[in-house]
């Protein structure tokens, strides 16, 4: 990142914005759930409320950048990548994708998964053919845009411009990545592939200078 560091907010300002969206997402997500919680069928108006969730963090940072007249675009590290650098992070991405199906075999008759996470994958696809578009849309499209802006790219940016170092850069963001997944925290496997997910895609952050890697990283372990 000493080659690609890319500096808009303050250290202060980027853990306020993503403290702000974090809190605007989790806030407008439950309120939603809140209103529909006595109504039957709701899968629908559930992937419905993640998506816009999802969209509702990115509320706070785009507001400043309105004020100080910035566009979107120009607040994204986009480092011209050659296509031998894509290639190679792709097969990187297989690879590891490939060590964690492995690492899951390994440790699942240790650590059964528990009844929360079973009847969550259980009834992921139950709500119907466009009920499962959105939710793939939400996990796919907008999650990995929307949060690796939030933490590779306005968080670990600043970090670094404030430390002059790679590890406080990716060490936090890795961390506040992993909070927000905090449901996954209590499973001690799908932790340690959480905050590996973390470290990884700030690493490719890092070397590369462009956030599109790490957004297509995340879109495929979402798959």
Known sequence: MNRFSFHIFSTREAYFLVAASMFLGLFVGLSL?????????TALLDRLIMLFGEITILVPPLF????????????????????????????LIGGVI?????????????YPVPDFLRQMDATLFDGGILANVILISAAVLVAPIVEEFLFRGLLQQSLFYHFGSVVPAMV?????FALFHVGYLFYFPAMVELIALGLLLAWLMLKTGNILIPMLTHALFNL
Do not use: C, W, Y
Request: glycine share 6%.
């Open 98 to 110: 490939g060590l964690v199906s492995v690492f899951e075999v390994i440790v699942l008759p240790f």
């Open 64 to 91: 400043i950048l309105n004020q100080r007249k910035i566009d979107f675009i120009q607040a994204i590290p986009l480092h011209k990548t050659s296509p031998i650098t894509i290639g190679m992070s792709v097969v």
């Open 33 to 41: 759930q809140s209103l529909i919680s006595g109504m039957e069928d």
């Open 172 to 176: 936090i963001p890795t961390v506040v």
